[in-house]
C-alpha cells in the first residue's frame, strides 16, 4: 500500500459486510479505515480525516446522518457516499443536504461505490422512471419523512401519524417496497 492512496472511512455496522467491502476498495486502491459505529468513526477520522467516507445511515447508537454532518465539519472537501437498506426520499434529501455526495440503496456493488464517490454531482441525463411509485412506497417515504422530522423518535412519529405505536414499529421493521 502506497502513501499516496485516498484514504476512506467504511462505517457499516454489519461485520461481514464492512470486511467485505473494506477488502474490495483496498484492491481499488484505496487506504480503508473502518468502523462500526459512528462514535468509532469520528475517532479515526479526528485523527486522520478521510479524503472519502461510505456510511451506513441506519446503525446502533447515532445514525449515519450525524456522522456526515460532523466529517464536513472536519473537512469539508470529503467526499461521502451514504449507504442504505431503508432508502426515502426524505433521508435521501437530509444526507444531501448534510454534505454526502450520493446517496445509494443496498445492496450496492462495489464498482457502484466507486463510481459514487468519484462524480462530482448529480447526472441529468439519468433516466426518469416513467411509472409513479406505489401506494405503500409513497406510504413508506412519508413514514420516513416523518420520521426525520421527529428525530426519530418513534413515539413522537406514531402521535403525528395518528397511528399506534406498535403499527409504526411493525412497518418500520419491514424492508422499503420496490416502486
Not at 468513526?41 to 445511515?57: C, F, I, K, R
Not at 449515519?64 to 434529501?93: C, F, N, P, W
Amino acid at each position: 500500500m502506497t502513501a499516496d492512496c485516498p484514504s476512506l472511512l467504511l462505517v457499516d455496522d454489519d461485520d461481514t459486510f464492512r470486511e467485505v467491502l473494506t477488502q474490495a476498495l483496498s484492491r481499488r486502491g484505496y487506504k480503508v479505515s473502518n468502523a462500526a459505529n459512528v462514535a468509532t468513526a469520528l475517532l479515526l477520522a479526528e485523527q486522520n480525516p478521510p479524503e472519502y467516507a461510505v456510511v451506513d445511515l441506519k446503525m446502533p447508537g447515532e445514525s449515519g446522518l450525524q456522522l456526515v454532518a460532523r466529517l464536513k465539519q472536519l473537512d469539508e472537501h470529503t467526499r461521502i457516499v451514504m449507504l442504505t437498506g431503508y432508502a426515502s426520499i426524505a433521508t435521501a434529501i437530509e444526507a444531501i443536504k448534510l454534505g454526502a455526495t450520493h446517496y445509494l440503496a443496498k445492496p450496492a456493488e462495489v464498482d457502484e461505490i466507486v463510481a459514487a464517490l468519484q462524480r462530482g454531482g448529480g447526472d441529468a441525463h439519468v433516466e426518469l422512471n416513467s411509472q409513479p411509485a406505489s401506494v405503500e412506497r409513497m406510504e413508506w417515504e412519508h413514514i420516513q419523512r416523518v420520521l426525520s422530522e421527529n428525530d426519530s423518535n418513534i413515539s413522537a412519529t406514531a402521535r403525528a401519524l395518528n397511528m399506534h405505536r406498535r403499527t409504526l414499529q411493525r412497518k418500520l421493521a419491514k424492508r422499503p417496497v420496490r416502486r
